[in-house]
């Protein structure tokens, strides 16, 4: 399982009142994850996630939710493979889901089983509380993370909810313009 994530240079995912405005496209995670078949959400994520990307991929010429601008080439791209892509949402809450090739997982175990199978890697699209309690869990092999040259200060850490030490191998750094880097880490 990789978890691409954006995250500010001091670690947040997003600012104190869930200000994410600093993130220029959500479809920059695109090129973190080339090898993958599925991607795994929680619950809180999923409806805005489907939302937003369904949008996108029945017009992609309108103005995008939650924003107000039409979607670049490559949140075209995206919301092309999400169409395609399995979608595990892990969830005891949710009834039901409305993305095509989404379905949802109870538990933990069941995640663990499905990681197992034959196949590619799973790509964690997060958010941060989700990624937390798969790193608990020893569920995650790799973070993917694009580092934006920003300080928020305060918000929701990446690893606020992580309850144990973790060693991490840096796998490669490099940077993407605009002061971005994409930094992976293998764990």
Do not use: C
């Not at 795994?40 to 369904?54: D, I, R």
């Not at 992609?60 to 490559?74: N, Q, V, W």
């Not at 069941?110 to 890697?121: D, F, I, S, Y």
């Amino acid at each position: 399982m990789i978890a691409a994530l954006q995250v500010s240079l001091d670690g947040f995912t997003q600012g104190p009142n869930g200000e994410k405005d600093w993130v220029d496209s959500w479809a920059d995670a695109i090129q973190l994850i080339p090898d993958v078949d599925a991607f795994v959400l929680g619950a809180g994520m999923y409806p805005g996630y489907g939302e937003y990307w369904k949008a996108i991929h029945d017009n992609p010429g309108a103005i995008l939710p939650f924003d107000d601008r039409i979607a670049s080439e490559r949140e075209v791209a995206y919301a092309r493979l999400a169409a395609k892509t399995p979608h595990i949402v892990l969830s005891t809450t949710l009834e039901s889901v409305s993305w095509p090739t989404a379905r949802i997982v109870r538990d933990l175990k069941e995640l663990r089983t499905l990681k197992g199978q034959a196949g590619k890697n799973m790509y964690v699209v997060g958010g941060a509380t989700l990624v937390a309690s798969l790193l608990n869990e020893g569920l995650i092999d790799e973070l993917r993370l694009i580092v934006h040259p920003i300080v928020l200060g305060k918000g929701q850490g990446l690893f606020s909810g992580v309850d144990k030490r973790l060693s991490l191998d840096l796998v490669e750094a490099k940077p993407i313009g605009s002061g971005k880097l994409i930094v992976t880490y293998r764990i």
